[in-house]
């Protein structure tokens, strides 16, 4: 007979197994969240058929995992990342589906007519990011810039946009910002037995239905999400480097063209083969990096500016993501290498900031082009604008908080409808706080048996195999392979972990094969007893 514990624990494994590679996609930063075992809580319970037949569970053992040894073979997209230097360039901040700030400020640049056919000639035009959440015209902006492109090719200009923490954000199912007119406009809806399984997945993973447009378009693979992979995290064109939040040493070490072709893979792929890059997931990565934007840039961000500047043989740094109170301002180092700040939360979801835009031209010129006329970058240098209190700290909702920050919000109230106190992931801001102590003491668990005097392999293979037994012990149904490899690189390190990247995943397999065999084992022990 079974031991009581493996009674609980087993099905642990076999409930998430159960579900298909393809449908079960749950976002990156649910993993440790309440949706993540309610998606599990809601499969049928296998307890009561001892699993069900032996077959069923042998091939589930890389739907819970996925098979992760292929995302190396996927290959990495080449995305434009270095342009010629432009007679123009033209800058534009954060939207916020506002469709109507998007277009004065490309009509302020002579960039189009009435009717958004573009007039700017050789101009290139750079969108920063941020054109989702906190309004109800999202699509309109993405078509609106996306008709753009060819227009201004055949002109001899270009139109880049880049992407912001939002478009990330929405990707990963992350709404917490979505407005209430902007879930229905997505199109291409799923049909017949997609739409019946795609019902079946939001029930579990706690979405209630009217998310399906969006979640199906921004979902990896979504239609959206793939006219997203075909935009950059950061682009150079001459010496003037754009970016939502900001580059740091270790992006440029990285490769900023490598930095948008992996994350163009991850936005495309729609079988479950690429995995959201470790690089953008970071809090400081360059779509959430506010060092360079907040009022006055420390001594240190001011060097690692110039670092980063110098390394790419560039002048000055566009950004976006924090709003700027007194509009686009730069901030200057000792040697003279520029940040320039462009976003004035125009949106009328932000703060109805002023419609602005920088233009720079090929002879290193910069003007701020507002409504009212063209503003010398004299006058919005740090000397001019003076000190100005940060954006952030007067009001939390404005500037986004990445999730990592987001989880230290603990909300006493959870949702009791749909209809009525819903809000959208909230459950980001709802994690339980005995989930993050029962998270400290499996770091300290695995701290205590790790043994530093073994060789790289069996050191890592002894960790891998504490936690899947701690998980099974504890009918944990959370437990990924990136869950793993994130736990793995708080104790060894992020080196350790990325050179054995293969082999982490390949023990994975065996030790939870190893259990699905056991209680295949199990199973026909007690079907022999039960004749």
């Not at 008709?147 to 946009?161: C, S, Y």
């Not at 209430?180 to 979405?207: C, H, I, N, S, V």
Request: charged fraction near 30%; glycine fraction near 6%; hydrophobic fraction near 40%.
């Amino acid at each position: 007979m079974p031991s009581p514990a493996r009674r609980v624990a087993l099905p642990a494994l076999a409930c998430i197994i159960a579900i298909g590679a393809v449908d079960a996609f749950v976002p990156t930063a649910m993993t440790r969240l309440p949706g993540r075992t309610a998606a599990v809580s809601a499969t049928p319970s296998l307890r009561a058929s001892r699993f069900h037949e032996a077959q069923q569970r042998k091939v589930g053992v890389r739907m819970l995992f996925f098979d992760d040894n292929k995302k190396d073979e996927v290959p990495i997209p080449n995305i434009p990342t270095f342009f010629p230097p432009a007679e123009r360039i033209v800058a534009v901040g954060d939207v916020h589906g506002d469709v109507e700030a998007l277009r004065g400020c490309l009509k302020i640049a002579k960039l189009i007519d009435d009717d958004d056919n573009w007039i700017g000639g050789k101009t290139h035009f750079v969108q920063i990011g941020d054109i989702l959440d906190r309004g109800d015209e999202e699509k309109d902006c993405i078509d609106v810039l996306l008709g753009l492109q060819e227009q201004a090719r055949e002109a001899g200009g270009n139109v880049t946009v880049l992407l912001g923490n939002h478009e990330i954000m929405n990707v990963e199912l992350d709404f917490r910002y979505v407005t209430p007119g902007a879930w229905d406009m997505w199109g291409e809806q799923p049909t017949g037995t997609m739409l019946m399984r795609m019902k079946e997945r939001l029930k579990m993973m706690g979405y209630p239905e009217y998310m399906r447009s969006r979640i199906n378009a921004f979902k990896p693979g979504g239609h959206i999400a793939k006219q997203l992979a075909t935009m950059q995290v950061a682009v150079q064109i001459g010496d003037t480097v754009l970016v939502h939040g900001g580059l740091r040493r270790k992006h440029v070490e990285y490769g900023i063209d490598k930095l948008n072709g992996v994350t163009s893979r991850w936005l495309s792929d729609g079988a479950g083969l690429a995995d959201k890059p470790d690089i953008i997931d970071e809090t400081d990565s360059p779509v959430w990096a506010r060092l360079y934007s907040v009022p006055s840039p420390t001594k240190d961000s001011k060097e690692e500016l110039q670092s980063v500047l110098e390394t790419l043989n560039a002048q000055r740094m566009i950004v976006g993501h924090t709003p700027q109170l007194r509009g686009i301002n730069s901030a200057v180092t000792e040697d003279g290498y520029e940040v320039w700040r462009c976003d004035t939360g125009m949106s009328r979801g932000m703060m109805s900031g002023p419609l602005e835009c920088i233009e720079i031209l090929q002879d290193g010129t910069i003007h701020i082009l507002t409504k009212k006329g063209i503003v010398p970058a004299s006058l919005r240098s740090p000397e001019a604008v003076g000190e100005v209190v940060d954006v952030c700290d007067l009001d939390s909702e404005i500037c986004t908080p990445a999730l990592e920050e987001t989880q230290d919000l603990m909300l006493s109230e959870k949702p009791t409808s749909d209809e009525q106190k819903y809000q959208p992931y909230a459950s980001i801001d709802m994690i339980d706080m005995a989930e993050q102590e029962e998270i400290t003491q499996e770091m300290i668990k695995l701290r205590s048996v790790d043994d530093k005097t073994l060789p790289t392999r069996p050191r890592l293979q002894k960790l891998v195999e504490t936690m899947i037994a701690d998980a099974v012990s504890r009918d944990d149904r959370s437990l990924t392979k990136k869950k793993i490899r994130e736990c793995l690189t708080k104790i060894v390190g992020r080196d350790m972990v990325a050179e054995n990247r293969p082999f982490i995943y390949e023990t994975v397999d065996v030790i939870v094969a190893r259990y699905l065999e056991q209680a295949e084992e199990e199973s026909v022990q007690e079907s022999s007893v039960r004749r």
